[in-house]
């Protein structure tokens, strides 16, 4: 985690994510790399943040710069991860995605202490932005 971009989260994502976390028991690193996450963005309602950004069950286009891999994928909660086509937020990759917008870029350690430089192409699905809120 050598650069962190400024991050933006909906306050229902964090309350859901918070309710997640506290039904856990590990991994403990990636439930600690995900609560620094949350404590460090931005804060906003679902109904005001902006449909450029990744949120919880949003479909994301993204590039692993480091090895020139694209991607696309939806971010998903640990229930629903292991689908085809999903990430789950406990994943690193999932929890560098989280709360970036379209164009910024991250570096990450990803599995295994690879490390990883993220850049979001396109969202082509946000909750937010289709009005899906209960998701």
Not at 46 to 61: E, Q
Not at 80 to 91: D, H, N, P, W
Not at 124 to 133: C, H, I, L, N, V
Request: proline residues 6%.
């Amino acid at each position: 985690m050598n650069k962190s971009p400024a991050i933006v989260m909906s306050r229902l994502d964090v309350q859901r994510l918070e309710k997640v976390l506290d039904t856990l028991d590990g991994p403990i690193d990636l439930m600690e790399a995900l609560e620094g996450e949350m404590l460090r963005a931005r804060v906003v309602s679902h109904t005001s943040i902006t449909p450029d950004v990744v949120t919880m069950n949003s479909t994301v286009r993204f590039v692993d710069e480091a090895s020139s891999r694209e991607f696309v994928l939806t971010l998903v909660y640990p229930d629903q991860a292991g689908r085809a086509g999903t990430i789950s937020i406990l994943a690193p990759v999932g929890i560098a995605l989280l709360g970036l917008k379209k164009g910024q870029s991250i570096d990450w350690t990803g599995p295994g202490g690879r490390p990883l430089k993220l850049k979001i192409i396109d969202i082509t699905y946000q909750p937010e932005a289709s009005g899906d809120f209960h998701l």
